[in-house]
């Protein structure tokens, strides 16, 4: 940015380089900008996107909607120079002045116009912000047509090994058995009967259960035993994840995906 | 909301609209101004895949406003039309607008002609992203 003419008052004439941002969203400032030659961009940032909004030459001004607020608020986007620009600059005292005194009804009609612009602006980051998730999901396989649920519970046949998370001293073993069927909450397992002679499993107590996915991916989870019940030589158990970190979602949730 | 004292005293006309009449057609000439009296009114623009709604008013809430700011006979940059039940409508003694937009500094009027410019490129915009997400 390049200070060009210091000696009027009022306005000044700065130059923006390609690139270099004029104003930043949320900045306190009532300055207005007038583009003298060369392009802008408004846009709004929005969870880390940029959201354009309008694409501005010769002879637009931007920065006004501060203005038309009185200043009381924050900039509600920001302005980069899309080319080497020249933009002058007003401090809108005397403007402020004159907008003050004009008609009430003109001043509405800004209000309404300007109410409208705050709306859609709204609108339209929700839309872009909407559009980037759905982007994102789609590159992490995660978009499909047929199947509005995202994770499935899978039929499964996994051997496992698991133990007491805090066992008692002297009963810290790891015992075998098979996960049959796995979801994003929990799992159902299957024990040989003779495990529960070597360690306790009532209800409520959270298990360490450690396996490997058909894909090779190492799994553990802490689960907590919601329902026991006796079968044939085994004993089938329920059990809900006591917690999930990111890794293991990620992990789980891509396993479960719907082929 | 109700209808500021300000508006009242420009309203020069009523009508009534039943339900779906269309107010404004956009892509038309006119620059009146309207202030929705009583029911509500869906602003709508058309895109390659149909009608999308872009907002609703309710009583006390101007519309038309964009084109009269922009002046210089700007086409419409929307329908308007009236949801349901009856809608009445009130339009604003343009002339009287005309002569106290006059009054404005030029440097004001470019300011007020800016917001319209934005509404319309942000109306462009989400049409766009709404087709888009169809």
């Known amino acids: 940015m390049n200070n060009v003419n210091r000696s009027v008052s009022t306005a000044k004439l700065l130059r923006y380089k390609k690139g270099e941002q004029i104003f930043k969203q949320n900045d306190f400032g009532i300055s207005i900008y007038k583009i003298i030659n060369g392009k802008v961009l408004v846009f709004r940032e929005c969870e880390g996107l940029e959201v354009p909004i309008a694409q501005l030459g010769k002879g637009n001004i931007i920065g006004e909607m501060i203005f038309l607020l009185k200043g009381v608020e924050v900039r509600s986007a920001s302005a980069r120079a899309l080319e080497d620009s020249e933009i002058e600059v007003t401090h809108p005292k005397q403007l402020l002045e004159e907008y003050e005194a004009s008609a009430p009804i003109l001043k509405l009609m800004a209000e309404t116009a300007l109410n409208r612009l705050v709306r859609m602006n709204t609108f339209l980051d929700r839309l872009a912000v909407n559009e980037q998730e759905k982007r994102e999901h789609f590159k992490a396989g995660l978009h499909f047509r047929k199947n509005k649920r995202r994770f499935y519970r899978k039929k499964v046949n996994l051997a496992c090994k698991y133990a007491l998370r805090k066992a008692p001293r002297g009963c810290d073993v790891t015992l075998k058995g098979s996960i049959k069927d796995i979801s994003m909450s929990g799992l159902r397992l299957e024990i040989p009967s003779m495990n529960e002679r070597v360690m306790s499993h009532e209800i409520g107590e959270v298990f360490q259960v450690e396996t490997v996915l058909p894909n090779e991916k190492q799994l553990k989870l802490i689960c907590t035993l919601v329902r026991s019940s006796k079968a044939r030589g085994c004993i089938d158990l329920g059990m809900t994840y006591a917690q999930l970190n990111e890794g293991t979602r990620k992990t789980l949730g891509f396993f479960l995906l719907p082929a | ?134």
Do not use: H
């Open chain 2, 1 to 134: 909301m109700p209808i500021d004292p300000v508006v009242y005293n420009y309203i020069c006309s009523e009508m009534r609209y039943p339900a779906n009449a269309v107010i404004i057609e956009e892509g038309a000439k006119g620059d009146w101004v309207y202030v929705v009296l009583e029911g509500q009114v869906k602003v709508k623009k058309e895109t390659p895949k149909g009608f999308v709604v872009i907002d609703t008013l309710s009583e006390g809430e101007i519309f038309g406003e964009v084109a009269f700011l922009e002046g210089e006979g700007a086409g419409r940059s929307a329908t308007v039309m009236a949801a349901e039940g009856t809608v009445r409508i009130g339009i604003l003694d343009k002339e009287q607008l005309i002569k106290e937009y006059s009054l404005m500094s030029p440097t004001l009027k470019a300011i007020m002609r800016s917001l319209p410019i934005k509404v319309r490129e942000t109306t462009q915009r989400i049409c766009a992203a709404l087709v888009a997400g169809k």
